[in-house]
């Protein structure tokens, strides 16, 4: 089935966005294309976090939604889709990280940037899944704002009890967590990985299976899953693919 494209053409054509005709159809055909390469649940939003442009039939897939259900919902989906209370509080971390100086600050890395919302989704038939959605800046503002994020949705590895937003530099690994009290982006330290940890990462990233990473590198397959862990850990990733995903995005690869 294929992906859920809305109408941009009034939307993308405004003022916020300036966009020519060439853009928009290079911000879909750039969406469809992370969509099949990274087969899992992705969309493209506003600056905002509240209007939806396009959403993966994997995503649909996920939230329980057909094409009509969320053609109905669009500007309200996203928060329909947020479980409990932890939609103010994903929201307030979202209008911070817009704000925040770290955008202005790095004109010429902005792109390196992303932001990892962990949180539990709520699904049509309210049953609820913790994932962690990663988005990536596509299109900026004069003032170096972005204006529209690539969201792609992983499913966490553990459940999630508060939800929690975290901004990474990915040029230097720096790694910022919104605190709600002071309503900013504080920074939390870094995410150095060790030699034999990339090491790791380099076979899974060739498709090597545990058992002969273990045999190749001459350890315990015990300790090649303890290193693991500790990769995603440092990366603050829900899985390996992830990690992989990661580790290109800061050239660790």
Not at 70 to 90: M, R
Not at 124 to 146: L, M, N
Request: charged fraction near 25%; glycine fraction near 2%.
């Amino acid at each position: 089935m294929s992906d859920l494209i809305f109408d941009l053409s009034e939307i993308l054509s405004s003022d916020e966005y300036h966009l020519t005709k060439f853009q928009k159809e290079e911000l879909v055909r750039r969406f469809v294309l992370i969509s099949k390469l990274l087969n899992t649940p992705t969309y493209l939003i506003d600056r905002y976090g509240k209007q939806i442009f396009c959403l993966s039939q994997s995503f649909l897939d996920l939230i329980g939604y057909s094409k009509n259900d969320a053609q109905i919902s669009q500007a309200k989906l996203l928060n329909e889709t947020i479980a409990g209370n932890q939609a103010e509080f994903l929201l307030k971390a979202h209008v911070a990280s817009i704000a925040n100086d770290i955008w202005s600050k790095n004109k010429n890395n902005r792109s390196n940037l992303c932001i990892q919302y962990q949180y539990n989704l709520s699904r049509k038939d309210k049953t609820e899944v913790p994932i962690v959605s990663t988005i990536i800046p596509s299109e900026f503002t004069a003032k170096s704002r972005p204006s529209l994020f690539y969201g792609i949705i992983h499913n966490a590895q553990n459940p999630i009890i508060e939800p929690r937003v975290i901004m990474h530099y990915l040029n230097d690994d720096k790694v910022y967590e919104y605190n709600e009290t002071a309503n900013k982006f504080e920074y939390i330290g870094h995410t150095d990985l060790k030699e034999i940890e990339i090491e790791i990462l380099r076979h899974i990233a060739q498709g090597t299976r545990e058992y002969n990473i273990a045999a190749k590198l001459d350890l315990d397959i015990n300790l090649v899953k303890y290193y693991k862990k500790n990769i995603m850990k440092k990366l603050n990733v829900p899985n390996m693919p992830s990690a992989v995903f990661a580790a290109l995005q800061q050239n660790i690869l």
